[in-house]
């Protein structure tokens, strides 16, 4: 009996073994390095696992990492100058002028943001590209990708510009990728 229960306890610890040689071995052999991935049809480039694509397959340019990380750094200024007057508000140790000027500032960022996405998207609609617009008290910034700024656009731009805020034509700024 005691033999049994010793052969069973062999044959498990055994297969175990085996099972955890066969996950190393799979494991090392798909993540080596220098492994040759197949090249991506639409491209004909290498492919990188974990490279963020467009809907259509095409790879990110390093056009579109900027306008990304340059959308996300304007929203965590807005976000944070927004946290900051709101705990001037809500703050019971502040006085009354200290609160509404934070109010009033606070409408006032909340009108910038409005601004800004309204330019953004009227622009991006006209000329069919990507762009950032940055609105900081009356000056504007438009930022667009290389080899699309013409003199036909950039009236256009300020058209838009000028059109949806109260920002001058003297104090808009085009700006291309280089």
Not at 67 to 91: C, G, P, Q
Not at 125 to 135: E, F, G, R, Y
Not at 140 to 162: F, Q
Request: net charge negative.
């Amino acid at each position: 009996m005691k033999s049994r229960i010793l052969k069973k306890r062999q044959i498990a610890a055994g297969a175990a073994a085996v099972a955890l040689c066969a996950a190393v071995f799979l494991n090392w052999y798909y993540t080596k390095q220098g492994t040759n991935l197949p090249k991506n049809p639409e491209t004909s480039s290498e492919i990188n696992l974990g490279d963020a694509q467009y809907v259509n397959g095409t790879n990110v340019t390093n056009e579109s990492d900027y306008f990304t990380a340059a959308e996300i750094n304007r929203s965590k200024a807005h976000d944070t100058a927004k946290e900051y007057l709101e705990k001037i508000v809500s703050d019971e140790n502040v006085d009354a002028d200290e609160k509404e000027n934070a109010k009033k500032k606070l409408i006032d960022i909340s009108n910038e943001i409005k601004t800004e996405a309204d330019i953004q998207n009227l622009i991006t609609a006209k000329l069919n590209c990507k762009c950032l617009v940055t609105l900081n008290e009356s000056k504007l910034e438009v930022v667009l990708p290389k080899g699309v700024l013409t003199e036909e656009k950039l009236v256009t731009i300020k058209d838009i510009a000028t059109g949806n805020s109260n920002v001058t034509s003297d104090n808009i700024t085009v700006i291309e990728l280089k």
